[in-house]
């Protein structure tokens, strides 16, 4: 139980994303002593997964956070006189602006019956500037092979419609414009996938007929990250009919440097300090695989990142290229959620202790050596530790007033077709968007299939991410309203709605952390490590070589998650024994069948 754990440990980890489990399954796997908490109820932080009742949970937990009362009477009795307190946020302030509309039919006929779904009585409505409920959350599902899709989205301005909006049984029903959109870049490919469905046929999906209610009983096979991360699959540039054969002779011998670019610095220590974007323009490259570079293949900022860290994303990408097949991605399937979750069943394989739903209240600091020496956590239990590992969301505002923290605009949609159309419907799509004004950032679009197990057969899992310059809604909508429309009653049997249509949509601004120097925390002892939540990129290396940094400095002389042992070498503690006692039978039992009865002469 929670109430009786042991009073000290080597290592204590408070917060359950992917860098607090790494480092835990890395100082486990070393030997150390380590206890895991986590006042969530779920594994991985701002990194997990959720079914569609868990992410309703989740945004009705944001919504009652200011509720969250802290008691301090209890820590304050353990506090000696050479000692002094630094007390833990008991408020995530991580998420912000959190807004959620279901476009979705919801048929008042059907019961919702899925756990966590939202009753009939239930009302939140977001501050918009027309009234829409707050209310669901969607999954999706099933399906498999990955096909890889990477494609130079080029759009026009469409003028959107204000949504016009009835607030019924706890769902935003809205109601908007038609819009027609054809993309010249993809109608041809829009052409062939864009197949009339078979109504009569119930194994195929109707796509005027997916309601709120459907995805409530669904999604609970299904799992939507609250990041998106490592996505699937991408298509070879190469075999791009958007490049002429003399761009692709230039690019592949442009790629061939970035192989080797260590080797050459003659050819770019001169531009180390301009951004990748004008180090392309010095290239002689054409702005077709000027854009290729950037957004296809480095998919780093246009605006920020400098030349050597272009270089060095470019050459990753092409290292990771044939590892798993024709694509340098991997995605896991039920979502990003996984990750952290591997590696806290790694901790606990070599000893480590977990606790869900355990708070701390302060870390407990020795005047004298300035040094963390232990931890009170919610039942007034003094745990001592020689290390402590801690989450950023988890420090009070006190000792993070200096930091200045940057924000992401997160949103998540669930649609009924591909953005992208093509042969398969089972493909996971990469797009970005470049940004339109100064002062705005370029929006990355991921779009999963079924095959994923994060949607529901018939729909699709989108996730738009950029940097924030406003609230996660002001910055995404205008993308969103260029690549899709709202599902309305009205428009469902029009089958000539070229656009994807919504059925629902969350937006949310998510604290990025991964930029904050250990100097910006006040007072914070030596023997204190941060860990910083989800950044804006597209895979977690910033993630793992945090991890491994903190380890190092954790555990100098230990290797960082070496490879586990080979089952068949592992020897348990008394079956030395036991193997030499069984080797000796087995030996007296081949001495015994080697003796036979001599034959009988033939007469």
């Given amino acids: 139980m929670a109430d009786n754990l042991p009073s000290e440990f080597d290592v204590i980890v408070i917060g359950t994303g992917l860098p607090e489990s790494i480092i835990a399954a890395a100082c486990s796997r070393s030997g150390q002593r380590v206890l895991h908490v986590d006042s969530r109820t779920y594994y991985g932080g701002n990194w997990a997964s959720f079914s569609f009742s868990g992410l309703l949970s989740w945004l009705k937990e944001h919504q009652e956070n200011s509720d969250v009362v802290t008691d301090s009477s209890t820590w304050q009795e353990q506090i000696l006189e050479n000692e002094e307190a630094i007390l833990l946020s008991r408020r995530d302030k991580t998420i912000q602006h959190v807004e959620v509309f279901c476009y979705a039919s919801q048929d008042l006929h059907e019961d919702v019956e899925e756990a966590g779904a939202l009753q009939k009585s ?33 759009t026009e301005q469409t003028p959107g419609s204000d949504a016009e909006s009835a607030l019924q049984v706890n769902v935003a029903e809205v109601a908007g414009e038609k819009e027609n959109h054809s993309d010249d870049k993809t109608s041809e490919e829009e052409t062939s996938e864009h197949v009339p469905t078979v109504q009569d046929n119930p ?32 298509a070879d540039v190469f075999n791009s009919k958007q490049l002429t054969m003399v ?13 080797e670019y260590e080797k050459h610095p003659d050819e770019y220590k001169a531009c180390e300090e301009i951004t990748f974007c004008e180090y392309l323009k010095t290239k002689n490259l054409t702005p077709n695989l000027q854009y290729f570079v950037l957004h296809s293949i480095a998919m780093i900022s246009e605006t920020t990142s400098c030349t050597a860290d272009g270089l060095k994303a470019t050459k990753k990408f092409l290292q990771c290229l044939g590892r798993y097949g024709n694509t340098p991605f991997l995605f896991p399937l039920y979502g990003q959620g996984e990750l952290p ?24 600091v020795d005047k004298e050596s300035h040094k963390c020496k232990a931890i009170i956590d919610q039942f007034g239990q003094r745990i001592l530790s020689k290390h402590f590992l801690i989450e950023d ?21 669930i649609t ?102 250990r100097d910006c925390y006040n007072d914070l002892p030596s023997n204190v490590y941060v860990c910083s939540g989800p950044d804006c990129d597209l895979g977690n290396d910033n993630t793992v070589k945090q991890a491994e940094t903190l380890f190092q400095q954790i555990c100098p002389n230990e290797d960082f998650c070496p490879p586990p042992p080979n089952p068949e070498d592992i020897v348990l503690d008394g079956d030395s024994s036991q193997a030499e006692a069984s080797e000796a039978n087995s030996e007296t039992l081949k001495e015994t069948t080697d003796v036979r009865k001599p034959e009988e002469p033939a007469e």
Wanted: hydrophobic fraction near 35%; include cysteine.
């Fill in 122 to 154: 239930h009302v939140s409505v977001t501050p918009t500037s027309s009234t829409e409920a707050a209310k669901s959350v969607c999954l999706l599902t099933e399906d498999e092979s990955l096909s890889t899709v990477s494609c130079e989205i080029a």
């Fill in 393 to 413: 969301s988890y420090l009070s505002e006190n000792t993070c007033s200096r930091a200045q923290y940057r924000q992401i605009s997160r949103a998540v949609l």
């Fill in 341 to 364: 979750q591997c590696f806290c069943r790694m901790c606990a394989v070599f000893g480590g202790i977990y606790c869900l739903r355990h708070s701390v209240q302060c870390l407990v």
């Fill in 203 to 234: 194994k195929q999906p109707k796509r005027n007929r997916i309601t709120y209610s459907h995805i409530i009983k669904e999604g609970r096979r299904f799992n939507i990250d609250l990041v998106s991360k490592v996505p699937c699959s991408r």
């Fill in 247 to 259: 761009e692709k002779r230039m690019l592949m011998k442009f790629l061939t440097f970035c192989m």
């Fill in 416 to 517: 009924d077709e591909s953005v992208l159309k093509a042969d398969s419907d089972q493909q996971i799509s990469i797009l970005t968007v470049p940004a339109e004004k100064p002062g705005s950032f370029a929006v990355r679009v991921i779009e999963l299939c079924s095959s994923t197990m994060t949607c529901m057969k018939g729909t699709y899992l989108v996730h738009l991410t950029c940097m924030s310059s406003k609230t996660a809604r002001e910055d995404l909508e205008p993308v969103v309203q260029k690549l899709f429309t709202p599902y309305t009653e009205t428009e469902a049997e029009n089958e000539q709605i070229e656009k994807p249509r919504i059925l629902w949509a969350l937006y949310f601004n998510m604290r990025d952390s991964s930029d904050i120097n």
